[in-house]
């Protein structure tokens, strides 16, 4: 029987509570992070970061959410605020993962000031959960209002409400708490609210749905592994089956019917878990689905999931899944698309998708000890989580193309990073992955020790009966030498596995989708013990496995060879017919116009340039030492022929560190592919027939609306704008007609502010003609009308539409009028 400390040693590690008897758990434990000693210049420099940066940054950014509570605190102490903020659906999630990642970050160094702070916040959660355990503000606050998404009252909408998402974080911030201070103040905040949840969904509350259980799958998975993480962390294992509960419903009891973000497939409901074998739906909640499936599996001892998520797993890796580790490539429904629909420029891959990528896949790690499982996990991480954030801490990604034109606004209204977004889930999910990374390096079973993920460090674990310190040392991932130390207290036998990455091999990342092209050839891997080449060592499920009695002192040294190689894609996928991707190690490059002649979409690599003179340097980009690599390519010159250019490259990471550029990363291997790759410009102008406003003023133009006319800021006079000057204060219109029918996937307004007479406005909405009436545009669930300066405000449709006329009714500031410098229509490819 292994120890129920498992699941939590799996992210958070640490002592528990108290301990359930009956409980099964992972067969392999990992060694938790605050156990584990870095020494490493790749990750430590990035802590540093979170612990300086991201999480007070942060914590200022929710501070809206902190309001939400306090506000709800005050209404529940008696009192009656003179202002009620607007509710708001899921923000205070976000709230909660800042906690869950400072309280990582108290694990492994105390921090007086920053415990103090954690203290303040959880006193007010404390006292903004309502007597029977519930805890929602906006609920708290409106208990009967109908809000979008939300229905008329608690629980009344569970597909869209986010109410058992935000729960979910509560739990997992409360056991980080606990874990990190000792302190059960949050804790118990969690576990009444998890009492209270498992009464009104499985038991009936006369105060909810009639005294009936309300027995529905929450839309947005996160509470089922949550409900395990708090199930381990105290020994009850009634919230383990509250979470079982909450899996075998799902696509039983509730089915949506509609469309889009509407319909079943959407999040995971079409069928039950158990039968699923493939995924489907927004990436985010599948991947935290699955996650939870192999907690809940392994906590328990079954294997009534094992089979389904293998299918799921195995369809990601062939079929979709971008050579980045990148999931959801779909706009729209922020997920899965049909089988090889692996788009570059448009790809969405959302940043939270490779956070819940890693964590799924390290599960499945945990749950069958097979390499391949971390071999993704490592691709996701290194990859697409961390080109979520820059080097400073404080710009973000949300999507995560493969391509970029420089100029097209793809990430939220940005042409690269953003600040912030006004849906934070992004950047507070990594607030809480980067501190765990350490535990993902070392784990054991009853056979021995594990090495998974590789970085220069030290741990003390106990390995065949006897204390043993190991002490790893390398400079992964940019070099692939490792040096392992073993120090047990006396001579012990056990086994030692080194991970053997899938990139060793004759393609980069586990799955059908990818192989490395002819040309370059990897040395082969090499093994020594204490200087000794092995030359028969035994590889087992992706793993070097050397069984001895070890001794103090005794050294293992492994190479794993990195040269730079270049990958080619199935041709199911379209986007990457005729092109290659250049890896090196773990790590995917991409070409950026900061570092070469021209626009990286004039370049051509083939197999056999590629194969020429290579070289490597590291470079800074940001104050980061970064490898940066060169090969030999091809570029077109100003008469279009093809000449011989270097192409330099950097780790896909670290783009968008030195300003907006274009980038790329399957580059054309033929002067066909090259030629069809037209650099991207707005033709935004080509898809409108007129603007016409409700009031312009002499000296603006309607048709600057729709121009094609790319703003650098808000304050952009270099270009035409359309203002309401000097109507101030009054609302206004603005009527857009297409050029035809035309699919939408966004709409996005950059909205002109010169900080005097014109200003953002107070709010906006827009509006479909549909025969001849004006009809509200259904706004993507996780949408708002943003009214952000110096980017574009992007809303999606919440289904598919077809638009031919739009409108747009705008409220200015009291004092104000309004202006718009472009409204870009993005259709659906």
């Known amino acids: 029987m292994v120890r129920i400390s498992l699941l939590v040693a799996t992210l958070l590690g640490g002592p528990l509570l108290a301990a359930a008897a009956d409980v099964a758990g992972y067969p392999v434990e990992p060694v938790s992070f605050e156990k584990v000693t870095l020494a490493d210049e790749f990750w430590l420099p990035r802590l540093q970061t979170q612990r300086t940066v991201l999480v007070p940054y942060a914590f200022q950014q929710t501070e809206g959410a902190l309001a939400d509570l306090k506000v709800a605190a005050a209404i529940l102490a008696g009192k009656k605020p003179d202002n009620l903020p607007g509710p708001q659906r899921f923000r205070t999630s976000d709230l909660f993962k800042v906690m869950e990642g400072a309280a990582y970050l108290l694990a492994v160094q105390r921090d007086a000031k920053l415990e103090a702070q954690l203290d303040e916040i959880i006193a007010v959660i404390a006292a903004a959960q309502e007597p029977d355990g519930y805890l929602h503000p906006a609920r708290t606050l409106y208990p009967h209002l109908p809000i979008d998404m939300m229905g008329d009252g608690k629980y009344a909408y569970v597909d869209h409400s986010h109410e058992l998402y935000i729960c979910g974080h509560l739990y997992e911030a409360a056991v980080a708490c606990f874990r990190a201070t000792g302190k059960r ?20 509350d006369p105060a909810y749905n009639d005294g009936k259980p309300v027995n529905q799958a929450p839309g947005h998975e996160e509470i089922e592994l949550a409900l395990a993480r708090l199930s381990a962390a105290t020994g ?178 940005h042409a690269g990073r953003a600040p912030w977004f006004g849906t934070a889930c992004c950047p507070t999910n990594l607030a809480r992955l980067i501190p765990q990374v350490p535990g993902m390096i070392f784990a054991t079973d009853d056979a021995g020790l594990y090495l998974g993920l590789y970085a220069a460090s030290r741990t003390t674990l106990t390995l065949g009966g006897v204390p043993t310190e190991v002490i790893e040392e390398t400079t992964y991932p940019y070099d692939g030498r490792i040096a392992v130390t073993l120090r047990p207290e006396n001579p012990a036998t056990f086994d030692v596995r080194l991970r053997i990455p899938t990139w060793t091999s004759d393609r980069f990342v586990p799955g059908e989708l990818y192989r490395y092209a002819a040309g370059v050839q990897a040395p082969p891997v090499e093994l020594r013990v204490n200087g000794e080449r092995v030359y028969d060592f035994q590889v087992a499920n992706g793993f070097a496995v050397l069984k001895r009695e070890w001794k103090e002192g005794d050294r293992i040294e492994l190479n794993l060879p990195m040269p730079v190689r270049a990958s080619q894609c199935r041709d199911e996928v379209e986007a990457n017919r005729g092109r290659l991707a250049v890896t090196r190690g773990p790590l995917v490059y991409c070409a950026e116009s900061v570092d070469n002649e021209q626009h990286v979409f004039n370049y051509l690599l083939t197999a056999d340039t590629y194969a020429g003179q290579i070289d490597e340097r590291r470079i800074s980009i940001a104050g980061h030492d970064v490898l940066a690599v060169t090969v030999d390519a091809q570029r077109t010159d100003a008469a279009g022929a093809l000449q011989p250019a270097p192409l330099a490259l950097i780790p896909y990471f670290a783009w968008d560190n030195r300003g907006v550029s274009s980038m790329e990363v399957w580059i054309p291997d033929n002067e066909r592919t090259l030629r069809a790759n037209a650099i991207l410009v707005s033709d935004n102008a080509e898809r409108f027939n007129s603007a016409k406003a409700s009031h312009t003023f002499g000296q603006d133009r309607e048709a600057a609306i729709v121009d094609g006319r790319l703003p650098k800021n808000s304050f952009d006079t270099s270009i035409p704008r359309w203002t309401s000057w000097p109507e101030r204060g009054k609302p206004q219109t603005v009527e857009l007609e297409l050029a035809k029918p035309t699919n939408v996937r966004t709409i996005e307004v950059y909205w002109y502010d010169d900080h005097g007479g014109v200003q953002v406005p107070e709010r906006w909405t827009l509006e479909v003609e549909r025969a001849g009436a ?24 919440a289904e598919p539409v077809t638009v031919e006329r739009l409108r747009l009714t705008m409220w200015p500031q009291a004092d104000a009028a309004v202006g718009i410098l472009e409204v870009v229509v993005a259709p659906e490819e």
């Open 185 to 204: 103040s949050l804790l118990d905040v969690a576990e009444k609210s998890a009492r209270h949840v498992e009464r009104v969904f499985f038991e009936g």
């Open 236 to 413: 009850d294992p009634s919230y383990l089956k509250t979470a079982q509960r909450f899996l075998d419903i799902r696509g039983v009891t509730h089915r949506p019917e509609g469309e889009g973000v509407f319909s079943a497939t959407y999040a995971q409901q079409h069928a039950p878990v158990a039968k699923q074998t493939a995924p489907v739906g927004h990436a985010v909640r599948a991947t935290y689905l699955y996650a939870g499936m192999a907690d809940v599996a392994a906590m328990l001892g079954l294997d009534i999931y094992h089979e389904a998520l293998e299918k799921i797993w195995t369809n990601i890796v062939d079929t979709r899944m971008h050579i980045t580790g990148g999931l959801g490539a779909v706009h729209g429904i922020e997920g899965f698309g049909p089988e090889y629909d692996l788009p570059n420029a448009d790809a969405f891959n959302e940043t939270c998708a490779a956070v819940g990528n890693v964590f799924f896949n390290f599960r499945m790690f945990l749950l069958h000890r097979d390499a391949k499982y971390l071999d993704v996990a490592e691709v996701a991480l290194y990859n697409n989580a961390l080109a979520g954030m820059n080097f400073a801490g404080d710009r973000f990604f949300y999507v995560n193309p493969l391509a970029a034109d420089g100029t097209r606004p793809f990430n939220h209204g």
């Open 774 to 797: 004006w009809e509200p545009f259904a706004l993507y669930n996780t949408d708002a009308y943003g009214v952000a300066t110096d980017q574009y405000n992007v809303v999606h449709p």
